[in-house]
């Protein structure tokens, strides 16, 4: 039966990008990205929330790359989801691995932050994977666990209409080293089976878990083909042309 979860693609622009270069992305993005059955959510940083809100199809969702937890004070340097939804924009990108890993966040502080997210009112992108020595060691499935329980100990179950899971193994974000579309859904089969388990058999089926790390215009349409593989977080293709391609991976 054909999966009842609506594709997803993100569009996750890092640390990237002037004017200008924005205005290169939003042109190829307004020309030829209009797919009812994708949704499609891009993620600029937080300097050019407001500009990309404006000038991006209305049809595209825009997405802040991270947000602290708490909605304001004296936290130098930080966003907030007020701030967020105040310039239109609806989503944030929580627990990215270049947050936990660069930056040092925990698996505890992303849960309070998703916590706080959907309390006011944004939907969340949650991040998780595994690095490479944790894979070599055979602890995918248990990384991949511990950081989606931190989530699941901070939010409601009716909370999760409003999570997409973003399964990005470290060893394949910005490396060129795809996982295979059998190793992508062989975590994303268990993680929806341990949902069944930990939260509930509803959100396991109905939650999107896509996949991100170096997905390209050409091994898109083989991942997309995996009957649990239910979109993309894209980074460095995100720039390029080749998203419009990735967001027809599955047309
Ligand atoms: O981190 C990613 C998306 O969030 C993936 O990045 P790349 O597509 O550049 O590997």
Sequence with gaps: MASQRKFFVGGNWKLNGTKKGVDGIIDFINKDCVDPNVEVVVAPSAIYLDYTRQKVNTSVGVAAQNCYKVGS??????????????????????????????????DQLIGEKTQFALKS??????????????????????????QTQAIIDCIQESDWGNIVIAYEPVWAIGTGKTASPEQAQEVH?????????????????????????????????????????????VGGASLKPDFIQIVKARA
């Design 73 to 106: 004070g004296a936290f130098t340097g930080d966003n907030s989801a007020e701030m967020i939804k105040d310039v239109g924009c609806e989503w944030v990108i929580l627990g990215h691995s270049e947050r936990r890993h660069v930056f040092g966040e925990s």
């Design 121 to 146: 009112g944004l939907k969340v992108i949650a991040c998780i994977g595994e690095k490479l020595d944790e894979r070599e060691a055979g602890h995918t499935e248990a990384v991949c666990f511990r």
């Design 189 to 233: 089969d268990t993680l929806r089976k341990w949902l069944a388990d930990k939260v509930s058999p509803s959100v396991a089926s109905s939650v999107r878990i896509i996949y991100g790390g170096s997905v390209t215009a050409a091994n898109a349409k083989d991942l997309g083909k995996k009957p649990d593989i239910d979109g993309f977080l």
